[in-house]
Nanobody, 118 residues
Framework: QVQVVESGGGVVQPGGSLRLSCAAS????????ISWYRQAPGNEREWVAT????????NYAESVKGRFSISRDNTDNVVNLEMISLEPEDTAVYYC???????????WGQGTQVTVSS
C-alpha cells in the first residue's frame, strides 16, 4: 500500500525560508514521480514542482523558479522542497503527490500548512 506523508510546514516571516519533506513508501516500482502542489484558501490546487525518481529530473512552476528547490534525500523515498525568499502569496496548504510513470494512479499526502506572515 502506497503511503505519502508530508512534514515541515509552519509560520515564517516574508523573506524567510522553510523546508518541506515528503516520504513516499509502498511502491512496487523503483520509478515514479514526486510532485508538490499547493492550495490557498479560495483557490484551486496548483502545481509547484516535480522530480523524477530515480533520475532526479526537476521541473518548476514559473511562480517559484529560483526560490524553490526540489530534491531527493539520501534515501530515494524522501523528497524535500526547499523554499527561500518566501512571500505572503506562498501561503497555502502544500500537498505531496506520488505517481507511477505512465499511470493515472495518484497518491496524495494529507497536506502541510505554510503561512508567510509578518
Amino acid at each position: 500500500q502506497v503511503q505519502v506523508v508530508e512534514s515541515g510546514g509552519g509560520v515564517v516571516q516574508p523573506g524567510g525560508s522553510l523546508r518541506l519533506s515528503c516520504a513516499a513508501s509502498g511502491f512496487t516500482s523503483s520509478r515514479y514521480y514526486i510532485s508538490w502542489y499547493r492550495q490557498a484558501p479560495g483557490n484551486e490546487r496548483e502545481w509547484v514542482a516535480t522530480i523524477t525518481i530515480p533520475g532526479g529530473i526537476t521541473n518548476y512552476a514559473e511562480s517559484v523558479k529560483g526560490r524553490f528547490s526540489i530534491s531527493r534525500d539520501n534515501t530515494d523515498n524522501v523528497v524535500n522542497l526547499e523554499m527561500i525568499s518566501l512571500e505572503p502569496e506562498d501561503t497555502a496548504v502544500y500537498y505531496c503527490k506520488a505517481q507511477p510513470p505512465f499511470s493515472s494512479l495518484t497518491y496524495w499526502g494529507q497536506g502541510t500548512q505554510v503561512t508567510v506572515s509578518s
